[in-house]
């Protein structure tokens, strides 16, 4: 699970810079990725927090990194809200701002997480996180 973890946020950050260009090449071309965007969102994003919230960070607090732990819950619904935003929005609206700034939130996030949670453990947490989350049958 956690190698899909890390697939995932790669697939985001990859999603996040290619909406990000193409809003800076065309409102339409990034109004258009809307759908699918959302079905990320909402699909494999969506499975991507909650492992994180009940199977991941509740042992990273275990090491020390509860402050952390509360700044990407906070990203989460960030997140969350401006998907919501975006699932809103009336289907033929311009909503090339609001997947700018989902992307921006995404980028963000996987940024903080990889430099701010990820370094902290050591060889020996993350093995000990591996084992942890598999026997919970996350």
């Known amino acids: ?76 619904a960030a997140i969350r809200e401006a998907a919501q935003e975006l699932a809103a929005a009336p289907q033929d609206e311009d909503v090339a701002h609001v997947i700018v700034r989902v992307a921006k939130l995404m980028l963000h996030h996987t940024n903080f997480e990889g430099d701010y949670i990820y370094p902290e453990l050591t060889h020996e947490e993350w093995r000990e996180l591996m084992k942890a989350t598999v026997r919970q049958g996350a």
Not at 55 to 60: E, I, K, S, T, W
């Open 1 to 76: 699970m956690l190698a899909g973890l890390f697939e995932e946020e790669d697939r985001a950050r990859d999603m996040a810079w290619k909406l990000i260009g193409l809003a800076e090449q065309s409102r339409e071309a990034a109004t258009l990725e809307r759908d699918s965007l959302l079905a990320f969102l909402q699909g494999p994003m969506e499975r991507h927090f909650t492992y994180e919230e009940t199977a991941v960070f509740p042992h990273l607090e275990e090491h020390g990194l509860s402050e952390e732990v509360q700044v990407a819950c906070k990203q989460h």
